[in-house]
């Protein structure tokens, strides 16, 4: 007897320039959802401005959405940096990607992390044992990542098993806002968006945004 084939999912990503191509992140057999928005002129010149400094910005804020007094913590995001010019439209814009990112999951705690890189903090292909993952990045490279197939997934995190030439690797701009599912998602074990931190130059830094649905 000759048994049927086993389909297997037909894992995908998507694009557009509207946020509302956010929300297909919940769709079966996608594990990328790229919101492909042209930063405000005003936030990446702060942006910029803030890296130009040179100074270190690494902050951690865990979020409960129901807790009022949890959210008032976003303003005090980069306080320190709070008189440089675009500083609280900087702010507005983190405030609206955490309500967008909380209604699009009904998340309840929300992991915050806001770092200033110079140096790429995760330099091999990779997939993240998290259900979903926000990446935006204000200043600097964007984060890299692969379609499906470019690499044996058994191999993740071996330098010989990576793609050399730059047309394999997808780019997120910055600016662009990137909805990754990881490991743990229901029904995407196997199929985390396999991505890394891209190579930065000397001198170079990223300011990158990343949140993380913790409940």
Same mark, same amino acid.
Request: glycine share 8%.
């Given at each position: 007897?000759? /048994?049927?084939?086993?389909?297997?999912?037909?894992?995908?990503?998507? $694009?557009? %320039? $509207?946020?509302?191509?956010? &929300?297909?992140?919940?769709?079966?057999?996608?594990?990328?959802? +790229?919101?492909?928005?042209? *930063?405000?002129?005003?936030?990446?010149?702060?942006?910029?401005?803030? *890296?130009?400094?040179?100074?270190?910005?690494?902050?951690?804020?865990?979020?409960?959405?129901?807790?009022?007094?949890?959210?008032?913590?976003?303003?005090? +995001?980069? $306080?320190?940096?709070?008189?440089?010019?675009? #500083?609280?439209?900087?702010?507005?814009?983190?405030?609206?990607?955490?309500?967008? #990112?909380? %209604? *699009?999951?009904?998340?309840?705690?929300?992991?915050?992390?806001?770092?200033?890189?110079?140096?790429?903090? %995760?330099?091999?292909?990779?997939?993240?044992?998290?259900? +979903?993952?926000?990446?935006?990045? #204000?200043?600097?490279? =964007?984060?890299?990542?692969?379609?499906?197939? +470019?690499?044996? /997934?058994?191999?993740?995190?071996?330098? &010989?098993?990576?793609? &050399?030439?730059?047309?394999?690797?997808?780019?997120?701009?910055?600016?662009?806002?990137?909805?990754?599912?990881?490991?743990?998602?229901? =029904?995407?074990?196997?199929?985390?968006?396999?991505?890394?931190?891209?190579?930065?130059?000397? =001198?170079?830094?990223?300011?990158?945004?990343?949140?993380?649905? *913790?409940?």
């Amino acid at each position: 007897m000759i /048994r049927a084939a086993i389909a297997q999912p037909v894992i995908h990503q998507v $694009s557009g %320039c $509207s946020p509302e191509i956010l &929300t297909r992140i919940l769709d079966n057999h996608v594990n990328l959802a +790229l919101w492909e928005r042209q *930063l405000p002129v005003h936030i990446a010149d702060f942006a910029a401005l803030l *890296l130009s400094l040179g100074e270190p910005l690494s902050d951690a804020i865990i979020l409960n959405t129901s807790d009022e007094r949890s959210i008032s913590l976003i303003p005090g +995001l980069a $306080s320190r940096f709070h008189d440089l010019e675009g #500083y609280e439209g900087f702010i507005a814009d983190v405030g609206w990607l955490v309500s967008a #990112y909380a %209604c *699009l999951l009904g998340a309840k705690r929300i992991g915050l992390r806001l770092r200033a890189l110079d140096k790429a903090m %995760c330099p091999r292909f990779h997939v993240d044992h998290v259900p +979903l993952r926000l990446i935006t990045t #204000y200043a600097g490279p =964007g984060s890299q990542w692969l379609k499906e197939g +470019l690499i044996e /997934r058994r191999r993740l995190g071996q330098l &010989t098993s990576e793609p &050399t030439e730059n047309s394999k690797i997808e780019h997120i701009n910055v600016g662009e806002v990137a909805l990754l599912k990881g490991e743990k998602w229901q =029904g995407n074990e196997g199929f985390g968006l396999i991505h890394r931190s891209p190579a930065v130059k000397e =001198g170079e830094r990223r300011l990158i945004l990343t949140l993380d649905w *913790l409940a």
